[in-house]
């Protein structure tokens, strides 16, 4: 299937790194004007220099999408740059994992801070709600429009160490279809994917022996890709993908039906 994002454009939120940057790199070229927002300058002036290069049209904007106003901003910068906005990729996320309570000889020794709590919370829930809710008036303006959501494999049946991810996750899950109904009649398809373990800087820090057993639990018996991952989010932004309204896509090699 040619997928053809010319005349569209798109917005990866966490695109400089991992997933989101794969995913921009698949969008852009599918012709696609992608605008990298990430909070990390640096390596999204990297990322951008390195795809404008190799002929893509590519351009980062520094935003936090747990910041309201740095986010509106982010929304004028784009379409002052591209004239539209068609495509949002609600990539960002991060992970602060605890145990709820931990226990040392019988007594509480710890567990997750409300801190670590709220900041997942904020970026990988909250942040989709702001964006989202600061593109779309520009989706309606074209009758147009393609939201795609990142949830997770855990959000299905939780995960050991992630009571703050996988209630964020599993929210994303709860927005994408009251999105998906408010927004289906106005052109607009909201949809999440669910990826299982990918290997970027997020899985980099869990124990060899986890991942190994995750590999085993995966009937594809791999780890997954960035790439992998943005073929999902690229298909679900595309014009073919117009039926598919309200959708969670897992992209997890079987992961969960091999468990
Ligand atoms: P990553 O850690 O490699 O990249 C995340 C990007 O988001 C980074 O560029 C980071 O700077 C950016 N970011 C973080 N907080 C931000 C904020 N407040 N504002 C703007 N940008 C921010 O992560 P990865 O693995 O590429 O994950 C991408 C998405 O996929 C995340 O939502 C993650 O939860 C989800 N996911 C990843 C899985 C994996 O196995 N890697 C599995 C399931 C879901």
Same mark, same amino acid.
């Given at each position: 299937?040619?997928?053809?994002?010319?005349?569209?454009?798109?917005?990866?939120?966490?695109?400089?790194?991992?997933?989101?940057?794969?995913?921009?790199?698949?969008?852009?070229?599918?012709?696609?004007? /992608? +605008?990298?927002?990430?909070?990390?300058?640096?390596?999204?002036? #990297?990322?951008?220099?390195?795809?404008?290069?190799?002929?893509?049209?590519?351009?980062?904007?520094? /935003?936090?999408?747990?910041?309201?106003?740095?986010?509106?901003?982010?929304?004028?910068?784009?379409?002052?740059?591209?004239?539209?906005?068609?495509?949002?990729?609600?990539?960002?996320?991060?992970?602060?994992?605890?145990?709820?309570?931990?226990?040392?000889?019988?007594?509480?020794?710890?567990? %997750?801070?409300?801190?670590?709590?709220? +900041?997942?919370?904020?970026?990988?829930?909250?942040?989709?709600?702001?964006?989202?809710?600061?593109?779309?008036?520009? %989706?309606?303006?074209?009758?147009?429009?393609?939201?795609?959501?990142?949830?997770?494999?855990?959000? #299905?049946?939780?995960?050991?160490?992630?009571?703050?991810?996988? +209630? =964020?996750?599993?929210?994303?899950? *709860? %927005?994408?279809?009251?999105?998906?109904?408010?927004?289906?009649?106005?052109?607009?398809?909201?949809?999440?994917?669910?990826?299982?373990?990918?290997?970027?800087? %997020?899985?980099?820090?869990?124990?060899?022996?986890?991942?190994?057993?995750?590999? #085993?639990?995966?009937?594809? =018996?791999?780890?997954?890709?960035?790439?992998?991952?943005?073929?999902?989010?690229?298909?679900?932004?595309?014009?073919?993908? *117009?039926?598919?309204?309200?959708?969670?896509?897992?992209?997890?090699?079987?992961? /969960?039906?091999?468990?």
């Amino acid at each position: 299937m040619q997928i053809d994002l010319t005349q569209r454009s798109a917005v990866v939120t966490g695109g400089a790194n991992g997933i989101g940057l794969a995913t921009v790199r698949r969008l852009a070229a599918s012709g696609a004007r /992608v +605008a990298i927002w990430d909070r990390v300058a640096a390596v999204g002036t #990297a990322a951008v220099q390195s795809l404008t290069d190799s002929g893509l049209d590519v351009i980062f904007i520094e /935003v936090d999408v747990t910041d309201t106003a740095a986010v509106h901003a982010a929304v004028a910068e784009t379409t002052a740059r591209f004239g539209r906005l068609d495509i949002l990729i609600n990539n960002a996320g991060i992970v602060r994992d605890a145990q709820l309570v931990k226990l040392r000889d019988g007594e509480v020794s710890g567990g %997750m801070s409300d801190a670590d709590f709220d +900041a997942v919370i904020a970026v990988n829930l909250k942040g989709v709600y702001t964006c989202t809710q600061a593109v779309v008036p520009h %989706m309606l303006a074209n009758r147009w429009g393609r939201i795609v959501n990142a949830s997770s494999v855990v959000a #299905a049946n939780g995960n050991f160490g992630q009571t703050n991810y996988v +209630a =964020a996750k599993a929210g994303v899950i *709860g %927005m994408t279809q009251v999105w998906a109904r408010e927004l289906g009649r106005r052109g607009i398809t909201v949809n999440a994917i669910a990826p299982g373990f990918i290997a970027t800087d %997020m899985t980099a820090a869990i124990p060899p022996a986890v991942l190994a057993s995750m590999k #085993a639990a995966t009937p594809l =018996a791999r780890l997954g890709t960035p790439e992998d991952v943005a073929n999902a989010y690229c298909f679900l932004a595309s014009e073919q993908a *117009g039926f598919i309204n309200g959708a969670v896509l897992g992209v997890d090699g079987g992961l /969960v039906i091999g468990t």
